[in-house]
């Protein structure tokens, strides 16, 4: 199985500018820029497609170790929040904090510490990051107020 994507940058590397693509069509030259590191442009960076790429992989494994577990996902919402800090002179992803908040329509709430630690572990995306990775979940049934 691939997974494509076709990047380009233009320019100097702070004045600069690209655009990514993938054959989804999702991504259609999306801009991204230097400046989108720090939050002062309206692109995306490289950071943020990654901090979506491990918060959708998550959801989705955290679904599978659930019902794994015996307890049936009827929603998985994740926020992820990158940290990236100077490793000397250079920018880096030094770790990840995800906020998890699965609902079930299940009275037995189970292992559901346990799916979550094992989709930390299984997910794809963040198993392969080489930085610290924290974990914030709550499960809730599906009588409780819905998200807001």
């Known amino acids: 199985m691939l997974r494509e ?24 030259n999306s801009k991204y820029n230097f400046g ?18 491990i918060a959708s992989s998550m959801s989705r494994v955290v679904a599978v170790e659930m019902a794994r577990a015996g307890i049936r ?13 100077f490793v000397g002179e250079t920018l880096r992803i030094v770790g990840a904090h995800l906020k998890i908040t699965a609902r079930t329509g299940d009275s037995e709430l189970g292992r559901f510490d346990e799916a ?6 299984e ?12 974990c914030d979940a709550k499960l809730v049934s599906a009588a409780a107020p819905a998200f807001v």
């Not at 997910?123 to 924290?134: A, H, Q």
Request: aromatic share 2%; glycine share 6%; with cysteine.
């Open 116 to 121: 979550v630690e094992s989709a930390r572990r």
């Open 73 to 85: 996902p009827l929603l998985v919402e994740t926020d992820t929040a990158l940290t990236l800090d």
């Open 36 to 53: 989108s590191l720090t939050g002062l442009t309206t692109c995306t960076s490289p950071a943020e497609m990654l901090a979506a790429a």
């Open 5 to 28: 994507a076709h990047a380009i940058w233009k320019d100097g590397p702070y004045t600069g500018e690209g655009a990514i693509s993938a054959p989804s069509g999702i991504l259609n």
């Open 123 to 134: 997910c794809p995306v963040s198993s392969i990051l080489n930085i610290d990775i924290k």
